[in-house]
Nanobody, 126 residues
Framework: VQLEESGGGLVQAGGALRLACTGSGNSLSSYDVGWFRQAPGKEREGVSSISMSDNAIWYADSARGRFTISSDSAKNTVYLQMNRLKREDTGKYFC????????????????????WGQGTQVTVSS
C-alpha cells in the first residue's frame, strides 16, 4: 500500500489541525496504521495507532487527551485530529501501515512497519 499524508501546516499554540493518511494500491483495512513524528535533531517517535480490524487504539502519553485517531474505510484514510497544539508538537508527521499482526500496539512495540508515507510538516508557533 502507498501512503500519502496531508493536512500539515502552521498553527498557533492552542490551535488544531487534522492530518490525513490516504492509502492507495491496497485497502488500509488490511493493515494497522500508525502516526509518527520527528522533530529536528530528535528521534522519530510514535504518536498514535489504530487497529483496522478491531478499532483498538493506542496513544503516546504526549498525545493522549489532545489527539484523536480515526479511520474512514470508504475513503481509505486514517485521520489524526490534533487539538490544543503545543510548540513541542512541531515536527514532520508520518503515517505508516503494518501487517505484523500486533494490532494497535505495533507502534508502541516499535515494529518497523511495511509502508511509510513521505510526511507532512506541522509547525506550532507561540
Amino acid at each position: 500500500v502507498q501512503l500519502e499524508e496531508s493536512g500539515g501546516g502552521l498553527v498557533q499554540a492552542g490551535g488544531a489541525l487534522r492530518l490525513a493518511c490516504t492509502g492507495s494500491g491496497n485497502s488500509l483495512s488490511s493493515y494497522d496504521v500508525g502516526w509518527f513524528r520527528q522533530a529536528p535533531g530528535k528521534e522519530r517517535e510514535g504518536v498514535s495507532s489504530i487497529s483496522m480490524s478491531d478499532n483498538a487504539i493506542w496513544y503516546a502519553d504526549s498525545a493522549r487527551g489532545r489527539f484523536t485517531i480515526s479511520s474512514d474505510s470508504a475513503k481509505n484514510t486514517v485521520y489524526l485530529q490534533m487539538n490544543r497544539l503545543k510548540r513541542e508538537d512541531t515536527g514532520k508527521y508520518f503515517c505508516a501501515a503494518d501487517s505484523s499482526g500486533f494490532g494497535a500496539l505495533w507502534v508502541r512495540l516499535k515494529k518497523p512497519g511495511d509502508s511509510w508515507g513521505q510526511g507532512t510538516q506541522v509547525t506550532v508557533s507561540s
